[in-house]
Nanobody, 124 residues
Framework: QVQLADTGGGSVQAGGSLRLSCVAS???????MAWFRQAPGKEREGVAT???????RYADSVKGRFTISRDNAKNTLYLEMNNLKPEDSGMYYC???????????????????WGQGTQVTVSS
């Protein structure tokens, strides 16, 4: 059984940093993984993806501030977030694709496994 456990959220002031982690137990796929976020009243949006070859993709709004990485030996996905802005606030979810050949693009339909979410709140 696959379980994704995302942690590391919290409350910070604008300009601050957070590091999110996602431990993927039972997840043996060397496949695309991603971080999504969802603000109240808004749709879930893709923040960043990282493919099995470690290639990455970022939403324009976070380029240059966020870094996605993965440690396959530890089955852990990370999201380093710097220079946080109030508009970065929301529930952050890690996600994993169920097949290595899934196109690594940040849309929810491409991901089968999801974490429970970790809250990020950035105050101005």
């Amino acid at each position: 059984q696959v379980q994704l456990a995302d942690t590391g959220g919290g409350s910070v002031q604008a300009g601050g940093s957070l590091r999110l982690s996602c431990v993927a137990s039972g997840y043996t796929y060397r496949a695309c993984m991603a971080w999504f976020r969802q603000a109240p009243g808004k749709e879930r949006e893709g923040v960043a993806t990282i493919d099995k070859d470690y290639s990455t993709r970022y939403a324009d709004s976070v380029k240059g501030r966020f870094t996605i990485s993965r440690d396959n030996a530890k089955n852990t996905l990370y999201l380093e977030m710097n220079n946080l802005k109030p508009e970065d606030s929301g529930m952050y979810y890690c996600a994993g694709a169920s097949h290595p050949d899934v196109y690594c693009y940040p849309i929810t339909a491409n991901f089968h496994y999801w974490g429970q979410g970790t809250q990020v709140t950035v105050s101005s």
